[in-house]
Structures are given as C-alpha cells and as structure tokens.
C-alpha cells in the first residue's frame, strides 16, 4: 500500500513571484471557497510558504501547499484583494 502511494505522489514546487488563491478552511455559508489572490514571498520546511496580498501585507503564517489553487493574474499591477481578511494579516509583524 504504501509503495502504491509513492508512486503516485509528486512534490510540488511553487516558485516565489507566483499569484495563487488559497483555500478558505473556515468557510460559512456565503463565504467564497477561495481567498487571494496572494503572492508567494518564499518557501518555507515542509513545503509551506510565506504569502503576501496585493497590498503588500505580509501574513504571520505559512499555508501548506495543498491550500493552494492557481490564481489567474495577468499583470501585477491590475491585483486587487478579492477578500478583507484582518485575521491572518497584521501589518505590525515583519
């Protein structure tokens, strides 16, 4: 069984730069399934990354990769936050 699944599994690498929508975990009933789009600062251990919105806020966590879905930007400064979401964001932290 578990030699079946690492043949399937593949890891993935995002690039830094890259705009992507995350998955909204604490969803409610009106809510979208995805927030963003976010630009990916770095990369992080166990494939986690630091994000940032469009406004440049950086976020105190790091999201894993499997949160993520590809966010259609065609240039950077046409980015507008589709979400206002003060809870992952603190502008005060570096």
């Known amino acids: ?3 079946c699944y690492e043949k399937k599994f593949t890891l993935k690498k995002y ?3 890259r705009w ?6 604490t969803r409610k009933k009106y809510d979208g399934k995805f927030l963003g789009p976010f630009k990916i600062l770095y990369n992080g ?5 630091k994000l940032a919105t ?3 806020d950086t976020q105190r966590v790091l999201i894993n990769y499997n949160r993520f879905q590809i966010g259609n930007v065609a240039t950077e400064t046409t980015v507008n936050s589709w979400i206002e979401n003060t809870v992952l964001f603190d502008k005060s932290y570096n």
């Open 54 to 56: 469009a406004a440049g």
């Open 15 to 17: 690039p830094t730069g």
């Open 1 to 3: 069984m578990k030699r």
């Open 45 to 49: 251990s166990f494939q986690t990354y």
């Open 20 to 25: 992507d929508m995350v998955k909204n975990e």
